[in-house]
Nanobody, 114 residues
Framework: QVQLVESGGGLVQPGGSLRLSCAASGFIFSSYGMSWYRQAPGKERELVASISSSGGSTNYADSVKGRFTISRDNAKNTVYLEMNSLKPEDTGVYYC???????WGQGTLVTVSS
């Protein structure tokens, strides 16, 4: 079964950290670039970070540069999003996506609040 399953979301105070994981199955993970998107309440889904199939190239939205790090482990079929110095405006549902296409996970909720 081709699927992406996110985990690691939760409630965190401003300035805190979280690490999101996205486990892939049912396809050759190492052949695809992967991305993390987020959707804040009442807003459109936006691209947060992306990583090439080998992990050698990454890109970030300006709003998260220097705070978030995307990485992947092709042996474990997993992509990660390390989030530091979290701000209330980082609140939202975070989704992983395969290759900019139609395959999405179910999302994991991140809430940054004191």
């Amino acid at each position: 079964q081709v699927q992406l399953v996110e985990s690691g979301g939760g409630l965190v105070q401003p300035g805190g950290s979280l690490r999101l994981s996205c486990a892939a199955s049912g396809f050759i993970f190492s052949s695809y670039g992967m991305s993390w998107y987020r959707q804040a309440p009442g807003k459109e889904r936006e691209l947060v970070a992306s990583i090439s199939s080998s992990g050698g190239s990454t890109n970030y939205a300006d709003s998260v540069k220097g705070r978030f790090t995307i990485s992947r482990d092709n042996a474990k079929n997993t992509v990660y999003l390390e989030m530091n110095s979290l701000k209330p405006e980082d609140t939202g549902v975070y989704y992983c996506n395969r290759g900019g296409g139609r395959l999405w996970g179910q999302g994991t909720l991140v809430t940054v609040s004191s």
